[in-house]
């Protein structure tokens, strides 16, 4: 298991996730302060794509440097704002996660396993 290679790969997930949110909050504040801004910021971005975060702003920057600058100043005070709470919140989250599953399972294979027809209280009625 290359563990380096596992971070370095959620990294790159989690800012690119960053970038979508800080879209869409300059989306939001744009269609409160500059409604035709935030029509070609959502069409741009529509047309760019936002998967890859680092593509997206690149492309961004050379049609519009400064909707650029937001976003990536969104996204940085995202990153300071979240960083500190979301290792804690991943692992309680996974740790719960796999506890719910393994409860499902287990009902499941507890449900499975009993073969008997009828229910005792039926067999009960037809002895009687």
Do not use: C
């Amino acid at each position: 298991m290359d563990l380096k290679r596992v971070a370095k790969d959620t990294a790159k997930v989690l800012t690119n996730y960053m970038t979508y949110q800080a879209l869409r909050i300059v989306l939001d504040q744009l269609g409160e302060t500059d409604p035709p801004q935030a029509l070609w910021l959502h069409s741009f971005s529509a047309n760019q794509g936002v998967q890859d975060g680092d593509a997206y702003l690149q492309a961004l920057l050379v049609e519009k440097q400064e909707l650029a600058f937001r976003i990536m100043t969104v996204r940085q005070l995202l990153a300071e704002e979240v960083a500190d709470f979301l290792p804690e919140m991943v692992r309680s989250n996974i740790q719960q996660s796999n506890m719910e599953y393994r409860r499902q399972y287990l009902e499941r294979m507890t449900q499975l396993s009993i073969s008997d027809p009828a229910s005792p209280e039926q067999q009960a009625d037809s002895d009687t």
